[in-house]
């Protein structure tokens, strides 16, 4: 089995080259010139877009193909100061260099909207706010020309008092969204409501591939083991891993997410590296079954946890290094 791994957004090595600078929504407002303010925050969106740039050519340098953008590229688009703002035509140029990039390296790139986007939601105004979420993270992959390969991570969302009707309510609504979101979506378990297995069920019934996130799973479970649930995450993916939604791209591996607990009192924040031997164990678990797998690293210290992962698998039997950022599990 062919291991990537990738990081989240931010780089713990680059200096100075962070894609989520931002202003405040009061210092927008306090701003006396709004067209001056405006050109201000798209200025900020094309730093960000450029600094991801620079993180994407830092990334080829040690051959790490799997890449999360950060969600923050524009400021305070969709807050409801910024009404009728449209940035993408003034930030295309920097958009289209980040996705010819991408393209020319094989990179695997992806966003994980923030957790107030919810289709679970009861309230009209939350979903609402939560499509045009959505909307808006499609039309950053879209302006960046990559297919839908590219994805936008996801979980159910809250309970709200009744966990069947919420989970039904996050089906129904769900199924409301436009195509070319929906074929853009994956699903992840969490780790307080709804777990692999009720995950697994939503992503079988609506045909869309399940990320497993190991550490969300290890803390919120119905007993299984997550190598017991792996044949049927796997089958999410579509045969032999191709994406059911015809991506147009001959492989695309199954995704999981991982990260360690930060100390035994507060299990469900994140370390800030993670530690070898459970990933590694599993790694070897589904190894048989899955050609090609690709990792996401949400630790705290980002590409500096994934270069001291690949140390600490590195040495260890049946694990054979690929470059910087790939194992083989033989």
Not at 311 to 317: A, E, F, W
Request: charged residues 25%.
């Amino acid at each position: 089995m062919i291991v990537r791994f990738g990081y989240v957004a931010m780089s713990a090595i680059v200096e100075n080259a962070s894609p989520s600078k931002t202003m405040t929504a009061t210092r927008f407002a306090q701003l006396p010139d709004r067209e001056a303010a405006v050109r201000k925050l798209e200025r900020i969106a094309a730093e960000n877009l450029q600094n991801t740039l620079r993180l994407l050519r830092h990334n080829r340098a040690h051959d790490i193909r799997v890449y999360r953008f950060s969600s923050k590229l524009i400021p305070l688009i969709g807050h409801e100061l910024l009404a009728g703002w449209d940035p993408f035509p003034v930030l295309a140029e920097e958009f289209a260099a980040i996705g010819a990039y991408a393209r020319e390296h094989g990179m695997r790139t992806s966003f994980h909207p923030d957790h107030f986007t919810v289709l679970s939601t009861p309230r009209e105004v939350v979903l609402r706010n939560s499509v045009k979420d959505l909307n808006t993270h499609v039309r950053m992959l879209e302006a960046m020309g990559l297919n839908e390969a590219s994805k936008c991570n996801i979980h159910i969302g809250g309970t709200y008092g009744d966990k069947t009707a919420s989970f039904e309510r996050f089906c129904r609504q769900f199924q409301e969204l436009d195509d070319r979101i929906k074929r853009r979506i994956t699903l992840e378990n969490d780790d307080k409501t709804y777990t692999a297995l009720e995950t697994l069920e939503a992503c079988e019934r609506l045909g869309v591939p399940m990320v497993l996130d190991l550490h969300h799973h290890a803390v919120n479970n119905e007993g299984a083991s997550a190598e017991e649930l792996w044949t049927r995450i796997l089958k999410t993916w579509g045969e032999d891993g191709a994406d059911p939604h015809d991506t147009g791209q001959a492989w695309l591996p199954p995704k999981i997410h991982v990260s360690s607990p930060k100390n035994d009192k507060d299990i469900r924040a994140h370390a800030d590296y993670v530690d070898a031997q459970p990933l590694l164990a599993f790694l070897q678990a589904v190894a048989p079954q899955t050609p090609r797998l690709d990792v996401m690293l949400e630790a705290k210290k980002k590409d500096a946890a994934l270069l001291q992962l690949m140390r600490d698998v590195s040495g260890c039997p049946g694990v054979r290094p690929l470059g910087d950022a790939s194992v083989e599990i033989c």
